[in-house]
């Protein structure tokens, strides 16, 4: 390979690496459990019937782990167990946060908690989180790779557990909203880079800064999601429009207007107090209020921050040029997939 891929070509050769690895790691599990993680996967349908469905996961952190895999002059073949680790711990992620948010839809169908129940989510979830750390104790390099994945879970639910302490919250700061995209978000995508980097037998040096380029990557994601949280629509999100405003969370433009000293932030404020759900009508008005506070520029502004600063650390890492020109190409799409 002489040219740096597309960004569709990039997803389409991770898919046909580790979607048959993802399959594989599933056929072990028991056949209840692999039925309804199948149904989330959009593999089948309800009646095992194999679904012509589009896949609406796109293997973002697994293109991580290969892309870091390469940077550091590895065989991406290596980083194939990390690859299929992050995307299970990805997916375990999003079957218990759509049962704490209560959302309806993913990827443009039922949520698993929607459709089989809430029991059957959360042990889908649950059968998810090991079998990533089986894919990584069974691959060579165990003894780094699974603590790091182990401490990335415990941050993510970390920050999955101050989103949940957040929600209706109106005395946290912009400092706790960033805290809860660091460990959301920015910790799987770190995590997906210092395994890739591992797996190629990078330095501790090399690895950190590639860690550190997915953490700040992450971040930049994160807010680049809550801001389409609240003026994405369903077809580019996959879910309810406006559906943060909706429970009132304390996402990163909503931190940012109840930061500033403005009439428009003390209304704000007075919608998020109310205790209940917000209606279409106020869902509108509050968005209208956060844009008016100046809130939408400055996450915007925290994007491109970031972005800057992810790709300070990836050139740290002195990665070989065709990988590094995709990490950037990807690093791209994750903060611009609105357009």
């Keep these: 390979m002489t040219e740096p891929r597309e960004f569709p070509e990039i997803l389409a050769q991770t898919a046909i690496a580790v979607g048959p690895l993802l399959r594989l790691r599933m056929n072990g599990l028991p056949a209840e459990v692999r039925h309804v993680v199948g149904l989330h996967f959009g593999w089948w349908t309800d009646d095992g019937i194999a679904s012509d469905a589009p896949v609406g996961h796109k293997l973002l952190r697994p293109s991580l782990a290969l892309l870091a895999c390469q940077a550091v002059g590895g065989d991406p073949q290596a980083a194939r167990p990390a690859a299929v680790a992050v995307?299970?711990?990805?997916?375990?992620?999003?079957?218990?946060?759509?049962?704490?948010?209560?959302?309806?839809?993913?990827?443009g169908r039922p949520a698993l908690w929607a459709a089989k129940g809430i029991p059957a989510a959360i042990l889908a979830g649950d059968a998810l989180f090991f079998a990533a750390v089986q894919a990584l104790a069974d691959a060579p390099r165990a003894d780094l790779t699974v603590p790091a994945l182990l401490a990335a879970v415990q941050d993510l639910i970390e920050g999955e557990y101050l989103d949940v302490l957040s929600e209706a919250s109106t005395d946290r700061g912009e400092h706790s909203a960033l805290q809860?995209?660091?460990?959301?978000?920015?910790?799987?995508?770190?995590?997906?880079?210092?395994?890739?980097?591992?797996?190629?037998?990078?330095?501790?040096?090399?690895?950190?800064?590639?860690?550190?380029?997915?953490?700040?990557?992450?971040?930049?994601?994160?807010?680049?999601?809550?801001?389409l949280g609240i003026w994405g629509d369903e077809q580019t999100t996959g879910k309810p429009a406006r559906s943060d405003l909706r429970r009132r969370k304390f996402s990163l433009p909503v931190a940012a207007a109840l930061a500033s000293s403005t009439p428009q932030a003390r209304q704000l404020r007075a919608l998020y107090q109310t205790g209940t759900p917000l209606s279409d009508g106020d869902c509108a008005r509050a968005a209208d209020l956060i844009e008016q506070t100046g809130a939408r520029e400055a996450t915007m502004l925290r994007v491109e921050r970031h972005t800057a600063d992810a790709l300070h650390q990836l050139s740290l890492a002195q990665p070989a040029p065709i990988p590094a020109a995709e990490l950037t190409a990807l690093a791209d799409y994750l903060i611009r997939r609105d357009s």
């Design 87 to 107: 995307e299970l711990v990805h997916n375990a992620s999003l079957l218990h946060d759509d049962i704490i948010d209560q959302d309806p839809l993913r990827r």
């Design 180 to 227: 809860i995209a660091a460990g959301k978000t920015g910790m799987l995508l770190a995590c997906a880079c210092e395994l890739g980097a591992t797996a190629g037998g990078a330095t501790r040096e090399r690895a950190a800064h590639l860690r550190a380029f997915g953490r700040h990557l992450g971040i930049a994601f994160q807010c680049a999601d809550d801001l």
